[in-house]
C-alpha cells in the first residue's frame, strides 16, 4: 500500500515540477547577475513571497528569539550555504551533473537522520528504494558520458546536497511540529536566509548587474516559484512525512526536467532515459510503501457457559456467561502470582 494521502501526493508532486526546473533557472540568471547575488535575489523574493501569504491567512511570524536562533541554523544550511554552492557549481558544471549530484540528497538525509536519531532504522524495501531512486538518476543523467564530474564545481554541488540533509534532518527535529504554523516557519526562515545571503555579498557580490533581460526573468521565477512556492511545499511535507521523504523529492527532479525538455524544448528520449524514469519512479513508490495495517478485532466476543452455585442444598442451576475480547485481553495481561 502507498502511505501518504492524497494532499502528500500532490504536494510531491508540485515541488518536484516547480523544484525541477531550479537548475536551469540558475544556469540563465548567471548571465545576468553573480552567484552571490543570485541567492540574494531569490531568498528575498521567496521571503516576500510567503511573507504576502503570511498576512492573507492572518499568520504571524515568530517572537521568541530561541525560534528565531533555531530558524537561523536552519536558513543557514537549507537555504544561504546551498543556494551559493549551487550558483557557483554551475559555473563549471553542467546541470546534468548537477542533477545527480543533488539526487544524493536522500541518502545524506537519511544517514545524517540515522546518525542524529530523527530517522529510524529504514526497512529493506525503503532502502532498496532509495538505492533504486539513485540507479535511476544515473542512468538518466549518465554521468561517464559528461565532463565536470570532478573538479570544485562538482564539490561544491555535492556539498550543497549534504547541506539540504543536515539542514531537513535538523527542521524536523527543532522546527517542524511545535505549534509554529508551516506557512509562518517557512517565511521566517527565508527572511533570515536573506539576511544571511546579505552578509556574504562583499564575497564577490559586489559586481556589476548585466541588464539581461532572460537572467533577470529567470531570477524572478527562482525567487518566487523554485523559492517561496517549493519551500512551504518542503516544510509541510518534513512536518507530515518526515526528513527522508521530503528528500525523495529530489529523485523526481530529473524526471520533471527530462519531460519539460521533451514537452517544450523538443528534446528526444532515449531508450535509456526512459529507462532511468521508470527506475526513478519505482524507487520513489517503494520509498512510498507502507504494510497494511489489519483491521480491528470486531466479533462478538467468545462464548461460554459457566455453572453457578444457587445456594440451595436440594439443587444446582447453570447459567450461561460472556467474556468479552477486552475482558479476555485483561485477564492474560496480567501475570499470575507465580508470573514474572
Known sequence: MIGGGRGTLVRMGVLALLWGSTFLWIKIALDALAPTQVTLVRCALGAAVLLVLCRKKGHRLPRSRALWGRLTVAALFCNALPFAL?????QSVDSGVAGVLNATTPLWTLLIGLATGTERGPSRTRLGGLLLGFTGVLLIFAPWQRSGLTGW??????????????????????????????????????????????????????TPVHTD?????????????????????????????????????????????????????GEGLSVRVVAGMAVVLTGVGMTR??????APFRGGGIQGAGGAATG?????????????????????????????
Open 153 to 206: 564545481g562538482s564539490l561544491a554541488i555535492l556539498g550543497a546536497a549534504a547541506s539540504y540533509a543536515i539542514a531537513f534532518a535538523y527542521m524536523g527535529r527543532a522546527l517542524v511540529g511545535k505549534g509554529t504554523p508551516a506557512l509562518a516557519l517557512s517565511a521566517a526562515q527565508l527572511v533570515a536566509a536573506t539576511g544571511l545571503s546579505a552578509l556574504a555579498l562583499p564575497a564577490g557580490g559586489l
Open 213 to 265: 533581460a532572460a537572467g533577470l526573468t529567470a531570477v524572478v521565477a527562482l525567487g518566487v516559484l523554485s523559492t517561496g512556492i517549493t519551500f512551504h511545499l518542503s516544510v509541510r511535507l518534513i512536518a507530515d512525512e518526515g526528513a527522508t521523504t521530503a528528500a525523495t523529492v529530489g529523485y523526481l527532479l530529473p524526471v520533471v526536467s527530462v519531460l519539460l525538455g521533451a514537452a517544450v524544448l
Open 86 to 90: 549551487f550558483s557557483l557549481g554551475e
Open 312 to 340: 440451595s442444598a436440594s439443587g444446582a442451576g447453570s447459567a450461561a456467561g460472556r467474556l468479552s475480547m477486552n475482558e479476555l485481553t485483561e485477564n492474560t495481561a496480567r501475570p499470575g502470582p507465580g508470573g514474572p
Open 289 to 294: 510503501w507502507r504494510k497494511r495495517t489489519p
